[in-house]
Nanobody, 114 residues
Framework: QVRLVESGGGLAQAGGSLRLSCAPS????????LGWYRQAPGKQLEFVAH???????DYADSVKGRFTISRDTTKNTVYLEMNSLKPEDTAVYYC????????WGQGTQVTVSS
């Protein structure tokens, strides 16, 4: 079983920044991809960003140019740097990992005030 430990959520003002971290219990290079999804109150889960084992990144249109996903293999951690935050970014953010199976973190709350 794979554990994904998330951290870094919290409260930010509109225009501010936050950084989320996700530390898997296995090497991040062992996954096909690692990424982030989010779920706002009353809304469906939506894709935010992911990074493949080769380092290729992909983003939802709603966060392109504002969010950056990266990884540090020495710390075995994937990061989501969130800049120019908007109130509509308020959601629970979940780390997601894909190997043969798919794994999810426990979620971390991000709240952006206007």
């Amino acid at each position: 079983q794979v554990r994904l430990v998330e951290s870094g959520g919290g409260l930010a003002q509109a225009g501010g920044s936050l950084r989320l971290s996700c530390a898997p219990s296995r090497s991040i290079l062992s996954f096909v991809r690692l990424g982030w999804y989010r779920q706002a109150p009353g809304k469906q889960l939506e894709f935010v960003a992911h990074i493949s084992s080769s380092g290729t990144t992909d983003y939802a249109d709603s966060v392109k140019g504002r969010f950056t996903i990266s990884r540090d293999t020495t710390k075995n951690t994937v990061y989501l740097e969130m800049n120019s935050l908007k109130p509509e970014d308020t959601a629970v953010y979940y780390c997601n990992a894909l190997q043969i199976a798919e794994y999810w973190g426990q979620g971390t709350q991000v709240t952006v005030s206007s």
